[in-house]
């Protein structure tokens, strides 16, 4: 027997409901996780009938990297708009950007459960995804050490230079990423004091750069 469809169920074959369906799927694999979630509690999420997913993503696993991509977009678009890159970036923007970061993340529980649930994959587009979005913060993370980075006199000291840089800004990331996942659900700074942990977090990010 075929799956049985939605009562009221809106139509499958209608390209503006995409971005209805990510966000439906954000739901439910941030809430049952993506092994316990199937393609009909989605479509009951959104509305629509079963076929509408595999009509926009045809499989569970590319509806699922999607809502990741999504999650992670969004949460790059709340940060994004503090300042443009290449601006000048000193100590009390890095405070600000962190603290965006981490007011998007306490308001979107569904996108934080996500990306923190799944973003540190060790393989598979999953990977992909999170060295992506790396990428585009590491590039916009560069400016915050342009006014501790003089002129090296050397090919080997700028080498050493844009190393060191380098391990500062994935070190920045991992950082921020870590003490985010560590408020979800279950964590081990779940339930502490929100705004005291984003400005512990913010003046580690700036010593962080600074030194």
Not at 29 to 43: D, L, T
Not at 191 to 196: K, P
């Amino acid at each position: 027997m075929g799956s049985p469809e939605v009562v009221g169920a809106k139509p499958a074959h209608r390209p503006s409901r995409r971005q209805e369906l990510v966000q439906a799927a954000i739901g439910v694999f941030a809430r049952n996780g993506y092994a316990e979630s199937s393609v009909e509690q989605i479509a009951e999420e959104a509305g629509v009938v079963p076929t509408a997913i595999y009509y926009h993503f045809g499989t569970k696993e590319e509806l699922f990297h999607e809502a990741l991509k999504c999650a992670m977009d969004e949460f790059s678009d709340a940060i994004s708009t503090l300042r443009t890159s290449g601006e000048p970036a000193g100590g009390d923007v890095l405070r600000d950007v962190v603290r965006a970061g981490w007011n998007w993340w306490e308001s979107h529980p569904n996108e934080s459960l996500l990306i923190g649930r799944y973003s540190q994959s060790t393989t598979g587009r999953a990977l992909e995804l999170r060295g992506e979005w790396e990428d585009r913060h590491a590039a916009r993370a560069y400016d915050y050490l342009s006014a501790n980075s003089g002129t090296p006199k050397s090919s080997r000291l700028a080498r050493e230079q844009q190393a060191v840089s380098t391990l500062k800004i994935r070190a920045l990331l991992d950082v921020i990423l870590s003490a985010e996942a560590s408020t979800l659900p279950g964590g081990p700074l779940a339930g502490h004091d929100s705004e005291e942990l984003a400005m512990e977090l913010a003046e580690v990010c700036v010593r962080l750069m600074n030194n």
